[in-house]
C-alpha cells in the first residue's frame, strides 16, 4: 500500500513541475477603453434584457462612478444605457483614449457630457 502511495504522490509531483502555474490562473480583466466601450455597446442594444458579463462589467464601472463621482452631475432620470452611449461615443471620438484606462476615459466623457459647475449648498 505504501508503494501505491508513493507511486501516486510522485504522478501528481510530476504533473505538478511540467504544467506551468500561469495556465492555471486566470485571464486579467482588460480594462481598456477599447475592450470595455464593446460591452458598453452591447448593453446599449440589449438595454431592458439580462446582460452578458461584458455588459455588466461596463454597467457596473459606470454606475460605480456615477454614485462615487463629485464632479459629475447626471440627471437623475438618465438610465445606464444612456450614460453608456455617451462613454461608448466619447471614446469612438477620441480615439487616442481606446488603450487608456475606462475608468478614467468613463469620468472624463460624463464630466464632458454632465458637468455639475457651481453648486449652492442650501
Known sequence: M??????????????????????????PIDDA?????????????????PQSFDAGMCLGIIKGLHYLSRDVCVPPATSSAEIADIVSRYVDSHSGKTDEDFRETSLEAMRSAWPCGKRHDI
Not at 2 to 23: E, H, K, N, Q, Y
Not at 33 to 49: D, F, L, M, P
Open 2 to 27: 505504501a508503494r501505491v502511495w508513493t507511486d501516486c504522490c510522485g504522478v501528481v509531483l510530476v504533473i505538478t513541475i511540467l504544467c506551468p502555474a500561469a495556465s492555471l490562473s486566470q485571464t
Open 33 to 49: 477603453a477599447r475592450s470595455v466601450t464593446a460591452g458598453c455597446r452591447e448593453a446599449i442594444k440589449n438595454a431592458g434584457q
